[in-house]
T-cell receptor, first 109, second 115 residues
């Protein structure tokens, strides 16, 4: 069945450094790749997404890249801040959305 | 982003009873909604896809007779956990897809505790 793998499971960075989270997907029909941020006890919030006809997208300190041939996509957060600390989920979607296992990001002040 | 509400936010029920959870898209019409279950420190597990006006599509391993889904209107989907047992205790989250765009927005979740 469809599968999304996400790495690393935990990531600790110093404030101001960059953080990179990587995902791979198995369903070649996937055409939409959202990223969600979930703080403890709260709902996942859509932070950025990319569609299959685009290779890269940037929104302020956040960027996503997509390599459809390799079925890889990544989230890049630059100039990290303590408030970026949360769990981040990647997902791959066609008719339904399959989530990665999540990355717990800690940004140390 | 679009707004999705979910009620109740918390519910405690006794084993054997049924619990209904509502998911509403407040500012858009959602032909497709999704129901997820999330265990502590784990990812979102898709339980079923709810399509307005038709039967829900359940993921493998999810009992359709236990988790009843109804999507009676373009803004409301309900999940009923029937004959709940302690192992059904979990965080249930719904999401609604914006038509034509693929974006999904999540409700705030419902924490179910079965005693």
């Amino acid at each position: 069945g469809e599968n999304v793998e996400q790495h690393p499971s935990t990531l600790s960075v110093q404030e101001g450094d960059s953080a990179v989270i990587k995902c791979t997907y198995s369903d070649s029909a996937s055409n939409y790749f959202p990223w969600y941020k979930q703080e403890l006890g709260k709902r996942p919030q859509l932070i950025i997404d990319i569609r299959s006809n685009v290779g890269e997208k940037k929104d302020q300190r956040i960027a996503v890249t997509l390599n459809k041939t390799a079925k890889h996509f990544s989230l890049h957060i630059t100039e990290t801040q303590p408030e970026d600390s949360a769990v981040y989920f990647c997902a791959a979607s066609e008719s339904k959305t399959i989530f990665g296992a999540g990355t717990r990001l800690f940004v140390k002040a | 982003g679009a707004v999705v509400s979910q009620h109740p936010s918390r519910v405690i029920c006794k084993s054997g009873t049924s619990v209904k959870i509502e998911c509403r898209s407040l500012d858009f019409q959602a032909t497709t909604m999704f129901w997820y279950r999330q265990f502590p420190k784990q990812s979102l597990m898709l339980m079923a896809t709810s399509n307005e006006g038709s039967k829900a599509t359940y993921e493998q391993g999810v009992e359709k007779d236990k988790f009843l889904i109804n999507h009676a209107s373009l803004t409301l989907s309900t999940l009923t956990v029937t004959s709940a047992h302690p192992e059904d205790s979990s965080f249930y989250i719904c999401s609604a897809r914006v038509p034509g765009l693929g974006e999904q927005y999540f409700g705030p979740g419902t924490r179910l505790t079965v005693t």
